[in-house]
């Protein structure tokens, strides 16, 4: 029996046996013999086409199944397949001489180099999208069958193509390990998105995983377990049921509002990617959006949105959510981890304490207005109120530049006589320990704060978020982030605005308790963490929370504020 931990990154329980995934490289996909160079030109591109319809095909199934952010998934890959990036240098090394499917892999792998090699985690995670689709035209030339679990299994790999995932039949997949991988990358998206439980960047799995092992994963605790113990399974068994029991009675909560036991109102909004999250953030309960991250908009594309794309897209959010839920759309956060391919900004040695979010401002001016034109329009096409906000305020001048660019952005839609409401409900994400210093400042010229708890904690505590070997420092429940989200609450009270969280610690039930302890009064998560957070405010007065909120000011370290949390939630349950 081995004990391995690892990273969690889709939450759940699962045992079964170990179906490992050895995925086929250059090496794997059989060489095809082709006659001239002209055959081998025909085949590399007739076997893009080919694995870009199947890559369609999936896609629609997904959106068949409700589920557009996964196909949305699927529908990049089927793009990246016919990318000239990667089929033009194929064709290019195969009239070189080189084998085609050789050639294929090859021209993928330099494009997934280079990706990989980007800072930010999110497109880095993409270099496996890549290398996934290169395997899928390569198997398409050579005719190979996928080689997929007959029976219900947990995949242990070394990492998995997000398309496999799709394409393993419902029922045959009971969870993931993952000896590498992030919580980020897609597949571990898709994973939660399947409600399948999910370990990535287990160390020494591979190595553990021999013959016919039966695996065990916890994916809330990244716990993974080789061939458990009969102690272990019943100990695991037990801990499933009380789970899935705690996760039904939650449920159950749904179409209620959120309230602590003694009825302080607590508004519990979604974080969304696209108008398509839109759908499962109504089915949890969302009160409205929180934080729309509007640069994933900006994403697997080769040049920005248009101010028409961007005015359809935040429309139908805008619409979804109807008048009276509000949707806060958040000014593409550019930069730092998020850096997009045709937006790069002159290379800098510090990408996070660079030119990011409102910085864009100075130099990439009509990227900003752009945005802030298309909000004001669809606000007047759907005739809501529009609210926006700007990531990395840090000063005064911050907030004054969102607010010209905002008025300027509106004399332009006015002055084409289009549809244009009064007033745009304009607030400062709060994740900069200078804007929580000023914040009283700050909360003069701006309707909200929306702390972002990531980066605060990123900042506060100067370690890099997407740095694993600072993975301790990176717990927003340390005092030090607490206390600075206390004088934000403070001043935004001084001022009567209020304060929302949006940061991973808002979906987190003990931080969330934490959070309207210390007096935030929206909180903005996952879709899928809304259950949870609204079944730990109802088990708690508003009382326990304010006590909770002075124990964790007055802690010391994070583990004692968790500690401190887990036993309210524990005298709630
Ligand atoms: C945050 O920093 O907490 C936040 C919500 O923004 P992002 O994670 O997109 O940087
Ligand atoms: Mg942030």
Known sequence: MARLLGTPAAPGIAVGPAWRYRPRGASGVPVVAVGSRG????????????????????????????????????????????????????????????????????????????LAELDDPLLAARAGDVRDVAVRVARA????????????SIVVAEDLPPSLLAEIPAGLLLGLALSSGTPTAHVAILARSLGIPAVVAVPDLLDSVRGAAVVAIDGENGHVEVNPAPADLQALADRQAVRGAHARAAAALRGRPAATLDGQRVALLANIRSPDDATRALDAGAEGVGLFRTEYLFLRRHSAPSEAEQTAEYRRAMEAFGPSRPVVIRLADIGGDKSIPYLVHADEPNPFLGVRAIRLGHDSRELLLTQLRAIWRAAGQAGVTP???????????????LCGLRDEARAAVVATGSACPERMITGAMIEVPSAAIMAPELARLVDFFSIGTNDLTQYVLAADRGNPSLAGLQDALHPAVLRTIAAVIAGADAAGIPVAACGELAGDPAGAIVLVGLGVDELSAEAGSLDGMRAALMGVSGAQLRELAARALAATDAETV??????????GL
């Open 141 to 152: 030339m050579s005719g190979a069958q996928l080689e997929l679990p007959d029976k219900p």
């Open 39 to 114: 055959e081998a030109e025909l085949r590399i591109r007739r076997a893009a086409d080919a694995a870009a319809a199947q890559l369609q095909v999936l896609a629609a199934q997904l959106r068949a199944a409700d589920r557009p952010g996964d196909a949305e998934i699927l529908e990049a890959q089927a793009l990246m397949a016919i990318d000239p990036a990667i089929v033009d240098v194929a064709v290019r090394l195969a009239r070189g001489g080189m084998a085609p499917v050789e050639a294929v892999l090859a021209a993928a792998e330099t494009s997934a180099q280079v």
């Open 562 to 571: 968790r500690a401190y949390a887990n036993e309210v939630l524990g005298a």
């Open 387 to 401: 609210h926006a906000m700007a990531a990395m305020v840090a000063t005064i001048a911050d907030v004054e530049l």
